[in-house]
């Protein structure tokens, strides 16, 4: 027995899902494959080697309903070699936040203030200190 829903596999004799509450069937149902991203025209709306700010740009993403996919993400960890004090992986680089065409206005829109504020850090500190 199967639940349609989650796909969970129950014993014979359970007739519903513990976890959606819905009857199961005999047979797992198919699902549809994920949307794979790959065969789509992806734009660049973000980058960065900030672990902060990648999960902002990707928590404000989702939480706007906007699909999205990354590039170099999973390499800025890569055989332990980490994110340096750049906030990146000098060897791959930024991670890129790439979305659909028709969604990119509305990315940037949302992704506009995350800065990673590196040309700011080349400031001195003591700019704010003269004001008072």
């Not at 829903?5 to 007739?15: D, F, R, S, V």
Request: hydrophobic share 40%.
């Amino acid at each position: 027995m199967f639940c349609p829903k989650c796909g969970a596999e129950y014993l014979p004799g359970i007739t519903e899902c513990a976890d959606c509450s819905i009857p199961l069937v005999s047979q797992p149902v198919e699902s549809e494959p994920p949307c794979d991203l790959s065969d789509l025209p992806l734009v660049t709306v973000f980058e960065s080697g900030n672990p902060a700010l990648i999960a902002l740009a990707s928590s404000i993403l989702e939480s706007a309903g906007i699909e999205f996919a990354t590039k170099g993400e999973a390499l800025q960890d890569l055989l332990g070699w980490g994110r340096f004090p750049s906030r990146a992986n000098l060897a791959m680089g930024p991670v890129l936040f790439q979305v659909r065409s028709e969604d990119v206005e509305g990315a940037r829109s949302l992704l506009r203030d995350l800065d990673d504020g590196e040309e700011d850090s080349a400031e001195p500190a003591e700019k704010d200190d003269t004001a008072g």
